[in-house]
């Protein structure tokens, strides 16, 4: 049974752009093969070589290019991540700085009415556990304990004078 046979472009140095047919059914041991073309001349030649290493270098900077984009994709793609990783974390941040201002503003009118129900008419953050206000605090403090001392040495004296008065009295009755 003959072999079927095809047909294909050589583009070997010595041979470029020649058709020749070769075996097509790949018996083992079968080497048929046959040229379709007759040579080219040299300038044809030469000319064919130079357009196939030139689209060989075509086929290889078209095929780093897609490669560089595909990096680039991939770097787009991780900083896009990164981006909505990003806005996330400044919405939920946002939130909690609104909530902190609104516990802010509470904490400072609970501030204010303890500051008026004290007598003070108007808050004054600044002054608030202040080391003047502290002193203040501390003088009052001793003027309070210096009436209590008094009086107390006022109600000994007044209790003494008493008890001696009673005694005199009770002595002269009897
Ligand atoms: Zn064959």
């Known amino acids: 049974m003959p072999c ?13 752009g020649m058709r020749f047919l070769k075996c097509a059914t790949r018996v083992v041991g079968c080497d ?4 379709v073309d007759k040579p080219h001349e040299e300038f044809l030649r030469q000319l064919l ?16 290019l897609q490669q ?6 991939m ?24 909530d902190a201002d609104r516990r802010n503003v509470g904490v400072e009118g609970v501030f204010s009415d303890t500051a ?9 953050g600044s002054a ?22 008094c009086c107390v040495v006022f109600i000994l004296a007044f209790f003494c004078c008493c008890v001696g008065c009673k005694l005199c009295c009770s002595s002269s009755n009897a």
């Open 128 to 149: 608030y556990g202040s080391p003047r206000r502290v002193e203040k605090l501390e003088k009052g403090r001793s003027i309070l304990w210096g009436a209590v001392a």
């Open 4 to 16: 079927q046979s095809r047909t294909v472009i050589s583009w070997s140095d010595t041979n470029p």
């Open 116 to 124: 008026r129900g004290l007598g003070r008419t108007e808050w004054d």
């Open 68 to 73: 560089r984009v595909q990096a680039q994709q």
């Open 75 to 98: 770097t787009i793609s991780v900083l896009q991540a990164e981006l909505e990783d990003a806005r996330r974390e400044k919405s939920v941040l946002q939130l909690e700085l609104q």
């Open 49 to 64: 070589v130079d357009l196939r290493e030139a689209i060989k270098g075509l086929r290889q900077e078209k095929t780093e």
């Open 32 to 35: 048929f093969w046959y040229w």
